[in-house]
């Protein structure tokens, strides 16, 4: 079929490095010492733990559930007795702690019940939430939770379902084993896609330079019996970014500003399609994941690995050499090293490297921006680097989101062919942390603040309330004198008794009180007014005190009395 | 950087072949002084001494000064110029990457304004003066005498224009002492292979094409309509795209990137602006030549021309 192909701007073509890892075909790595399995493995709420130390679980039973729309179930790996809920260090540059489930297998291995379904027999709703217990998000490596992407917009007609198959990033492979040896459970789960979003097309973007991926997509396709488009695209990083796949597959260009559904068009990965496939139609959550380990290892390969396993015991399997000094998570681009090497696999691990000095010697020191806008050029968002690194490094955050610095999506590029090699994106996630704490404070501030102001209202409310009460009283009081006076006048006119009168007499010295407590209250108040004032003339040396009763001795005689004197009380 | 020192080679080669080897002198005094101010200004700043001597800025600054000075001009003038450029245009605003003028350009505007006198001493050509008078010029050994220089042909032009009653372009062209083929003899070479070296830097991806583009187009195109206007008053383009430090200037000076636009509409603008500045002072300015004051200007405006000129991102682009 011929297909038009679109151009992104900008993109870089750094050495693939794929060769290593795909001359073995994909292995089951065997059941680790022991999984630790984060609850929190998607975007969205973090799934709350729903088992307990001491409770022996099987494969794929819930251990965590979803908290909220947005957030995704997580399931037990293998079956063995939980030793832990606690929390460790997670696969994140940070290397912060998060909410563990930890599990001994216990080397059965023995699943749950799996209840395969007919999606076709059941409404959308109810598909989007069996894959949502299921666990399904994004592998590709954002995580987004894959049952939050499965609705078209209301205004929009959907047009393209976009499956992304690239895996553009150096290293990688595990998508392109994953396509050659599983290709129709991931046309299947695409179906499934497909008939939740009844796009008008469905393209699926491979990179050229996966020959055997797209023969092996093709063949399924045709042996599935649908009408897929499976479409090889230039090799160029990051051919793979689901935003410049969609440009390059459609012309269509997402903003961060808005969803890619307003537009017609929806992405996903091929690995996300796979899972999504088991756990309809074989009734499997997402206990694992394709791993490719590479870098500096004897024997580079895939591995079907159980979410949970440690990073190093994964590692070992592939014989890291001897001066491997540590582990990258993901490609050299976008990837990082992690903090520990013990940390889990996760649903975001797609790829580890083993790190070795020889493999990425460290990098040059940095040296100015010259401005010489090479990466400018290189970005696949048209975004302008160094203003952003300039305003990021000057702390300038505003200006840094003049020039949109969240429609980055950190994929490197602009680092990569830095002449003056300015880790660029280092800056711009500083950038974005710092701009979201600043939001959050403001938030903070601003509810306080509200918080402050309703006190403050309300405090006057309730003054004026009383005021106004008072004010009743007074002028009931005064009513009823005034009343009693002409009762009184009437009275006296009449010649009544002139008991009458002595009411009154008692409103008054109920009131005298009051006004005689309230001048008490003033004269304090004025008196402590006068403490507080400040005096700046304390401490001072005779001499000083000499010049300064000088000056006043001066000012009064040139100045009227009246201004010397004490200021008028305010009306308070 | 090195590259780009690389591209002016075949410029300095005929540049020493036709008006002698003094220009190689110019060209190590001004290296050794950029090196040495340079590494005297990192070291008051405690910034490490190899890793930016080694970039090779200073060295483009510095020939850059070498090539745009008269080649027979005191060894101190160059001396003095090359320090200013580097300690006082690039130090001083926070060295590299952050100057907002072309320190090379300043250096000439400082000089030209400070020395007129010897920097409008360019060698008369066929002047053939051994290695050794040459020399001897430059360190003042030898009086100066003013037999020894002659204007520069786009100088000769100009003040030959504004003395003569009847006298036309192409009366002056006539004259093959000083003019060749279409511009100055012996520099329409020279700026040739600046044209040359400048393509091999386009061709490599070290500059863009817009700048150089959009300066010849800029510089063209108002010489154009001049001549066109009237041929008896203006020169042709060809003669002042090849005279005076017009390809240098295109390809060499106004791509500096530091002092310069970085987007691409933002570049095209400065390079038109340069060119048609750099003609506006040469042939109505009080200066010989108006490459540096053009780009100097240019430089002045270029932060308000890359704001106005962001392109579009990603998504964007159908907004208005
Ligand atoms: S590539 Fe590097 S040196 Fe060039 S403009 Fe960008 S940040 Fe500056
Ligand atoms: S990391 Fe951001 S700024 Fe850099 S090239 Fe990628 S999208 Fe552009």
Redesign the interface.
Same mark, same amino acid.
């Given at each position: 079929m011929l297909f038009n192909l679109f151009k992104f701007n900008g993109g870089v073509k750094p050495p693939t490095n794929k060769a290593q890892s795909l001359t073995l075909p994909i292995a089951q790595a065997p059941l680790p010492s022991r999984l630790v399995v984060p609850l929190h493995q998607s975007i969205g709420g973090t799934p709350k733990p729903v088992v307990q130390a001491g409770e022996r679980v099987l494969k794929g039973q819930l251990i965590g559930e979803a908290d909220g729309w947005i957030s995704s179930a997580v399931h037990a790996p293998t079956s063995g007795m939980v030793v832990e809920v606690g929390m460790h260090m997670q696969p994140h540059p940070s290397g912060l702690d998060a909410l563990c489930v930890v599990i001994e297998p216990d080397g059965h291995d023995e699943w749950i019940a799996r209840e395969p379904l007919d999606y076709r027999t059941l409404p959308p709703e109810a598909v989007r939430e069996h894959l949502q217990r299921a666990g399904v998000v994004g592998l590709g490596g954002a995580v987004f939770p894959t049952h939050g992407k499965l609705t078209a917009s209301k205004t929009v007609p959907m047009q393209e379902l976009v499956i992304n198959g690239a895996e553009c990033e150096p290293f990688i492979t595990c998508d392109d084993l994953l396509m050659r040896e599983r290709a129709e459970d991931v046309v299947r789960g695409i179906g499934i896609f497909r008939d939740l979003l009844q796009p008008q097309k469905v393209l699926i973007g491979i990179e050229d330079n996966k020959p055997e991926a797209i023969a092996a997509m093709q063949a399924a396709v045709a042996a599935v019996g649908e009408d897929f488009a499976v479409i090889a695209v230039p090799t160029r990083y990051p051919a793979g970014g689901a935003k410049q796949l969609i440009r390059v597959l459609t012309s269509k260009e997402v903003p961060a500003s808005k969803r890619s559904t307003d537009l017609g068009v929806q992405c996903f990965n091929v690995a996300t399609a796979y899972t999504a496939w088991r756990a309809i139609a074989h009734g499997e959550p997402v206990i694992s994941r394709l791993v490719t380990v590479t870098g500096n290892v004897d024997t580079p390969r895939n591995y079907e690995v159980l979410i949970g396993t440690p990073m190093d015991e994964l590692l070992a399997l592939a014989g890291p050499q001897a001066d491997t000094d540590g582990i990258v998570m993901g490609g050299p681009m976008m990837g990082f090293l992690v903090p520990d090497t013990t940390v889990p696999v996760v649903k975001a691990t797609n790829c580890l490297i083993a790190h070795s000095p020889k493999l990425f010697p460290p990098k040059a020191p940095e040296m100015p921006c010259i401005r010489c806008g090479s990466c400018a050029q290189a970005c696949p968002h048209e975004l302008q680097p160094f203003e952003m690194y300039w305003h990021a490094r000057s702390k300038n955050f505003g200006k840094t989101q003049e020039f949109h610095i969240f429609d980055c999506i950190e994929c490197g590029c602009c680092s990569f062919v830095c002449p003056s090699r300015i880790p660029l994106v280092q800056y711009f996630r500083f950038a974005k942390s710092e701009i979201w704490a600043r939001e959050r404070e403001k938030k903070a501030a601003d509810t306080a603040k509200d918080r402050f102001e309703f006190k403050q209202f309300r405090e006057e409310r309730e003054k004026a309330e009383k005021a106004e009460k008072l004010a009743k009283a007074a002028a009931a009081q005064a009513a009823k004198k005034a009343a009693e006076a002409a009762a009184a006048a009437a009275a006296e006119a009449g010649g009544a008794d002139t008991g009458t009168s002595a009411p009154a007499s008692t409103v008054d010295s109920e009131i005298d009180p009051k006004k005689a407590a309230i001048a008490a209250a003033m004269a304090r108040a004025k008196a402590q007014r006068e403490a507080a004032q400040p005096k700046n003339t304390e401490a001072l040396t005779p001499e000083q005190q000499k010049e300064v009763a000088e000056i006043e001795a001066r000012r009064q005689a040139g100045q009227p009395a009246t201004a010397a004197s004490e200021p008028p009380a305010s009306g308070a | 950087m090195t590259q780009v020192c690389l591209a002016l080679l075949p410029g300095i080669a005929l540049y020493a072949w036709l008006l002698g080897p003094a220009i190689l002198i110019q060209l190590l005094l001004a290296s050794a002084s950029a090196l040495a101010a340079e590494a005297l200004m990192l070291k008051l700043m405690h910034k490490?001494l190899g890793?930016?001597l080694g970039?090779g800025?200073a060295l483009v600054t510095a020939w850059l000064i070498a090539l745009t000075f008269p080649p027979l001009a005191p060894w101190w003038l160059i001396v003095v110029g090359t320090a200013f450029a580097v300690i006082i245009a690039k130090h001083l605003y926070g =060295?590299? =990457? /952050?100057n907002p003028f072309n320190p090379a350009m300043v250096a000439f505007a400082v000089c030209i304004v400070s020395f007129p006198a010897l920097m409008s001493q360019w060698p008369a050509l066929g002047l053939h003066l051994s290695f050794g008078e040459q020399l001897q010029v430059v360190f003042g050994l030898a009086p100066r005498i003013d037999a020894l220089s002659g204007a520069t042909p786009l100088d000769t032009l100009k003040t030959g224009l504004k003395l003569g009653e009847n006298v036309d372009v192409a009366q002056l062209l006539a004259n093959q002492e000083i003019y060749g083929q279409f511009a100055g003899r012996g520099w329409e070479l020279i700026t040739g292979a600046y044209l040359l070296g400048g393509l091999w830097l386009c061709w490599r991806g070290i500059i @863009?094409w817009h700048v150089p583009t959009a300066f010849i187009v800029g510089l063209g195109s108002l010489a154009a309509a001049l001549w066109l206007y009237n041929p008896a008053q203006f020169a042709s383009p060809l003669f002042h795209l090849f005279s005076g430090g017009a390809m240098l200037g295109a390809f060499f000076i106004a791509t500096d990137?530091?002092s =310069?636009c @970085? @987007?691409p509409r933002g570049k095209l603008i400065f390079g038109a602006g340069a060119g048609i500045l750099a003609y506006l002072i040469r042939v109505f300015g009080g200066y010989p030549d108006g490459i540096a004051f053009a780009v100097l200007l240019m430089n002045l405006c270029a932060p308000v021309i890359d704001l106005l000129t /962001?392109?579009?991102?990603? =998504?964007?682009?159908d907004k208005s």
């Open positions: - | 490490p890793l930016f970039d800025s =060295g590299l =990457g /952050q @863009t990137p530091v =310069g @970085t @987007t /962001q392109p579009a991102i990603f =998504g964007m682009k």
